[in-house]
Each structure stands twice: as C-alpha cells, then as structure tokens.
T-cell receptor, first 112, second 113 residues
Framework: GENVEQHPSTLSVQEGDSAVIKCTYS??????FPWYKQELGKGPQLIIDIRSNVGEKKDQRIAVTLNKTAKHFSLHITETQPEDSAVYFC???????????FGKGTTLSVSS | DTAVSQTPKYLVTQMGNDKSIKCEQNLGHDTMYWYKQDSKKFLKIMFSYNNKELIINETVPNRFSPKSPDKAHLNLHINSLELGDSAVYFC????????????FGSGTRLTVV
C-alpha cells in the first residue's frame, strides 16, 4: 500500500521567511496530493492540493510542486506570518476513492 | 451550516464501557471516513464508506464497528473501551471522481480512564 514520508517533523522560522516541507510517496498509482493545516484543537483544513497532471500550483503565499518521476511533492509558504504556525500534513491517494494516506506531520512555528 | 459535524466533541469514559461517536455531513459527498489521531498527531485511516457500503476496513480491533444508516451519516461504536483507545477521532467526507477533496470534522477527543 501507499506510504508517505514527510520532513522535517518540526520547522521554526522567523516571520517573513519562507518555509518548505517535503514529502515522498511510494505508490506510483497515487495521483492526488493535498496539504492540510491543523490548528490546535481543530480538524485538518485543506489548504491546497495538486493532481498528477500538474507540476506546480500556487495560491497567494502558498505553492505546491510535484515531481512524479521522483515521487515527491513539496509545500512552499512565502512571507510567513505567526498565524501560519500549525501542524501541516501532506497526503496522497488515487482518485479511485481510496482513503488519503497521511505523512506524520510538520509542526511549523513562526516567530515574530 | 457546519459541513461535517461530529458529536460529542469530548468524551471521557471508564475502561470497559461502550460508547458511540456520531458524524453527519451536509456536503452531498458520497464517501465518509473515520481517522484516528494519536498523541503524536499521526492520522491513520480506520474505515471508509461509499454510499453506505464499507470500502476500507484497516487493521482495527473488531471492538470498533462503524454504522452508516445513509450516505450523510457515519457513526462509530466502540465496545469494551481500553486505555489505548484514547485519541482524537476525526470523521471526514469526500467525493470520488475528478473533484476529489476531503472535508474533516472538528474531532472527538476520547479519553479512557
């Protein structure tokens, strides 16, 4: 089955810096890669996703890149703000309806 | 107008008890899921239902039994609760096909004492 590895497990940056979180996946059939943000006491919230027919997607300060050949994808947050502090999860699945398989999460801390 | 709602939000109970967690989605999604988040924040799939039919049943003790009375509801019943069942349980819903994305509920924090 699918296995998703996520690095780093913790990331501390200064406000205004960029943050990059990387994930690798094992199943070449996976074709959907979402990123979730989880704040304390809340459920994961979808922040951006990418499908395997696209190499990059951007939404304001957030971007995701996908390298299908290498089976890895990354989340890039630019101009970080204290409110970006949260746990971020990458995940993978295929569109046949199988469940999302999550990475182990990255705790991002943005200090002002 | 909550998209995926779970009840209760907190549940404290003694070992050996039986408890249920309810989940409802009003997004018109055809698939619903239960995930368990342990103390290290790892999110692990437990069950998946598509149009009331069980699709995924990961290696979960048979003390856990999901029930889907209709495609908008997926409840989780847990028998003979153990200390190791303490975790946050998340319900999620999604739509298979091209527009594929999950929406999570806010979670149920289960504490077994």
């Amino acid at each position: 089955g699918e296995n998703v590895e996520q690095h780093p497990s913790t990331l501390s940056v200064q406000e205004g810096d960029s943050a990059v979180i990387k994930c690798t996946y094992s199943d070449s059939a996976s074709n959907y890669f979402p990123w979730y943000k989880q704040e304390l006491g809340k459920g994961p919230q979808l922040i951006i996703d990418i499908r395997s027919n696209v190499g990059e997607k951007k939404d304001q300060r957030i971007a995701v890149t996908l390298n299908k050949t290498a089976k890895h994808f990354s989340l890039h947050i630019t101009e970080t703000q204290p409110e970006d502090s949260a746990v971020y999860f990458c995940a993978a699945s295929n569109q046949a309806g199988t469940a999302l398989i999550f990475g182990k999460g990255t705790t991002l801390s943005v200090s002002s | 107008d909550t998209a995926v709602s779970q009840t209760p939000k907190y549940l404290v109970t003694q070992m050996g008890n039986d408890k249920s967690i309810k989940c409802e989605q009003n997004l018109g999604h055809d698939t619903m899921y239960w995930y368990k988040q342990d103390s290290k924040k790892f999110l692990k799939i437990m069950f998946s239902y598509n149009n009331k039919e069980l699709i995924i049943n990961e290696t979960v003790p048979n003390r856990f039994s999901p029930k889907s009375p209709d495609k908008a509801h997926l409840n989780l019943h847990i028998n003979s609760l153990e200390l190791g069942d303490s975790a946050v349980y998340f319900c999620a819903s999604g739509r298979t096909g091209a527009n594929y994305g999950y929406t999570f509920g806010s979670g149920t924090r289960l504490t077994v004492v």
